[in-house]
């Protein structure tokens, strides 16, 4: 794959008030605590805000990052990459502001205009979705190796920084 030329945005999603529900949040957290960021990377913290994350993306950005809790047979905190393209959004997917998941989100953006860049998520098998705040202590060791996976997206995605630019 070659980098991409523009923004990469790094979208957390996810509801904080459900437990592991809340991992996209916390990866997002952790990302811009950390610092040092490749300069063409903007992280957001969209939380439940799937709305606002279709129309960011009307803007334009050279590659999407979705990190958010993914369902599965996978242990809890096992950490998958996915490689998402326009095949995998649902054609008739209904729109609802309250219950925008990435794949409505991603529909929905198409409906409005726009059209879908690269796309990849890094999901987290949660161990429990029940009303709390807080991650699981499987998830919760998940963080590291999610930020490891989207580290290695952004070697696949930014340009490398050479002397003299």
Request: charged share 20%; aromatic share 4%.
């Amino acid at each position: 794959m070659n980098p991409v030329d523009g923004r990469v945005l790094v979208a957390g999603i996810g509801n904080v008030f459900l437990g592991d529900d809340g991992f996209g949040p916390a990866v997002a957290r952790a990302l811009l605590e950390r610092g040092f960021l490749p300069d063409e990377v903007r992280v957001v913290d969209y939380g439940v805000r799937g709305l606002h994350l279709a129309y960011d993306l009307l803007d334009g950005v050279a590659a999407l990052i979705l990190v958010d809790a993914l369902p599965g047979e996978a242990a809890p905190g096992t950490i998958s990459v996915l490689e998402v393209g326009t095949g995998d959004l649902l054609a008739g997917a209904g729109f609802d502001a309250h219950a925008m998941d990435p794949a409505t989100v991603l529909a929905t953006l198409r409906r409005l205009g726009g059209t879908l860049p690269p796309t990849y998520v890094v999901g987290c098998r949660p161990a429990d979705l029940d009303e709390r705040l807080g991650l699981s202590p499987a998830v919760t060791a998940a963080v590291p190796l999610a930020l490891a996976a989207v580290d290695a997206l952004f070697d696949k995605l930014c340009p490398p920084i050479t002397e003299g630019t």
